[in-house]
């Protein structure tokens, strides 16, 4: 029998992803999605699959969305992917964030638990709940969690509901720990879009300059393509459980620039201009996953590089700019 997915979050970066993956692995999709003064669901038109999916009008603030949602639809699986997620932003707005991010995952966990117990339930938790902990070199399922965000405590919330909700309610939950994984699709905010965008950008006569804020902060970059296919694997699974999705290596900022501009035959440092604007109150300086677990039980590898990475972005946002 063809199975349900309910994908929340999914006109975001990641939802596209998966919701494109699924519909590929033959499911039946259905994606909440929130009211918008403008639609944003570029992704889906990027990828052509916004009319299969069924878009049901819901928000993860409201309880009662959700319940009409999960008691129509009835998924098999539920992929919380929708949040507040932009770390910066978290400190301009740590309440809504907490809302979103944090309350909306116990939210949607209480209405699977009343309405469809049995769905199997993805939490997209993230590298973030480390944060500060400069004493863990590699982080994996073991390391102490420390956010240093209100994103991160609000993801720090989710991610212990769920485990929560499995061990109260037998609830099949499995949290996702994702480190940072980029692509065409994200966020401009974000510093690898940024990045890319502004290269391709300054190598068209568009733009002089490039703004930046900490440009020695380390991270673990993933393509977001190869990182849904581990959330569908957790699901998979006989026994519900938790997995760290990284690539193991990890790069500064200005490592990144380097990449992107050299890309196009330019030198970052000729560009890019440090602005105290884009510190932020607290910084987690370095990220490295240790994916050895998803290796071992799912089968789960990450396929793309950094420099495929980066340079699969310049390309797609030197294609936008030129159009
Ligand atoms: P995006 O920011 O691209 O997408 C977030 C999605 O959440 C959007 O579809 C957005 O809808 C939706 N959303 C925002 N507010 C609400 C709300 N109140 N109710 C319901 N939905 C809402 O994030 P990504 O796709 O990059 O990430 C997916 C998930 O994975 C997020 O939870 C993120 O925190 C987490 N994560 C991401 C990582 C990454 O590197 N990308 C790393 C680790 C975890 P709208 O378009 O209407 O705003
Ligand atoms: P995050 O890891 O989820 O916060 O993802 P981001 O892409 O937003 O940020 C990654 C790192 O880049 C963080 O350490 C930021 O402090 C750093 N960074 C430096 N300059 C910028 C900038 O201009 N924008 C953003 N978003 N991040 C920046």
């Avoid at 939490?123 to 982080?139: D, I, M, N, R, W």
């Avoid at 037998?170 to 994702?178: A, D, T, V, Y």
Wanted: hydrophobic share 35%; proline share 4%.
């Amino acid at each position: 029998m063809q199975k349900k997915a309910l994908i929340t979050g999914v006109t975001g970066q990641d939802g596209a992803y998966l919701a494109k993956y699924l519909l590929e692995q033959g499911y039946e999709v259905y994606g909440m999605i929130t009211r918008r003064s403008t639609p944003s669901t570029w992704r889906l038109e990027y990828f052509n699959i916004l009319d299969k999916i069924k878009l049901q009008k819901g928000d993860l603030t409201d309880s009662a969305s959700l319940m009409s949602i999960l008691f129509s639809c009835k998924p098999d699986e539920v992929y919380n992917l929708g949040a507040q997620s932009f770390v910066a932003a978290s400190w301009a707005q740590p309440l809504l964030t907490a809302e979103v991010t944090g309350l909306g995952a116990m939210k949607l966990l209480e209405a699977v638990r009343r309405f469809c117990p049995e769905a199997r339930y993805y939490q997209a938790s993230t590298s973030e709940l480390f944060g500060g902990l400069k004493e863990y070199p590699v982080q994996s399922e073991t390391t102490p969690f420390h956010p240093r965000s209100p994103y991160g405590v609000a993801k720090l919330f989710a991610h212990s509901a769920t485990i929560n909700y499995r061990e109260s309610y037998n609830i099949f939950g499995c949290c996702g720990i994702l480190f940072n994984h980029e692509s065409p699709l994200r966020g401009i905010e974000f510093v690898t879009r940024k990045v890319t965008s502004a290269v391709a950008k300054i190598k068209l006569g568009k733009q002089k300059e490039l703004r930046l804020g900490n440009i020695d902060a380390k991270r673990d970059w993933g393509f977001a393509g190869d990182y849904v296919k581990a959330m569908h694997l957790m699901l998979q699974q006989d026994t519900p459980d938790d997995y760290v999705i990284a690539t193991g290596r990890t790069s500064s900022i200005r490592e990144m620039c380097k990449i992107a501009f050299e890309y196009v035959g330019l030198n970052y440092e000729d560009y890019v201009v440090i602005d105290p604007e884009f510190f932020r109150p607290a910084e987690v300086d370095l990220l490295r996953g240790d994916p050895s677990k998803a290796k071992r039980v799912l089968g789960w590898t990450p396929e793309t590089s950094l420099e495929q990475l980066i340079c699969m972005m310049v390309d797609a946002d030197l294609k936008r700019e030129q159009n």
